[in-house]
Structure formats: structure tokens, C-alpha cells
């Protein structure tokens, strides 16, 4: 059974998104990360969440890759 977090600390989203722009790739964990965030939007900000759709515009876009 999976639950959904609450909200997730700011910094860890920060780090993420830095991490797969870095890597230019992005896992399966991390996705699942971001897309908890984004549809819980209690705790984003409109930066965060403006980056978050960055990062999934890129993955549309071909520009990072996907690994396991």
C-alpha cells in the first residue's frame, strides 16, 4: 500500500531538480518524487512548482533521459 507524503521538504524537491538537470537524467524515484509534489501543491511554491513542469517539459522534449 502506498501513501502519499504530506508535503516534502522544500530543499529535497531543490535538490532533486538540480540533481536531474546536473545528470541530465531523471529515475523513476525521483519522478515519482516530483509528481508527489506537484499534485499535492499545499507546499509549493510557484517557483517550485514552475520548475517541476520544466523538468517534465524536458522529458516530452527528449532532453533527459529516463533510468532505472
Keep these: 500500500m502506498m ?4 508535503s516534502l521538504p522544500k530543499v529535497q524537491v531543490e535538490q532533486v531538480i538540480k540533481r536531474i538537470f546536473a ?9 515519482h518524487l ?11 511554491s510557484d517557483i517550485d512548482e514552475g ?3 520544466r523538468v517534465f517539459d524536458a522529458l516530452q522534449k527528449g532532453m533527459l ?3 532505472d
Design 51 to 53: 520548475q517541476i513542469k
Design 3 to 6: 501513501t502519499a507524503q504530506a
Design 23 to 31: 545528470l541530465r537524467q531523471i529515475s523513476r524515484a525521483d519522478q
Design 65 to 67: 533521459r529516463v533510468v
Design 34 to 44: 516530483l509528481m508527489t509534489a506537484l499534485l499535492s501543491q499545499n507546499s509549493l
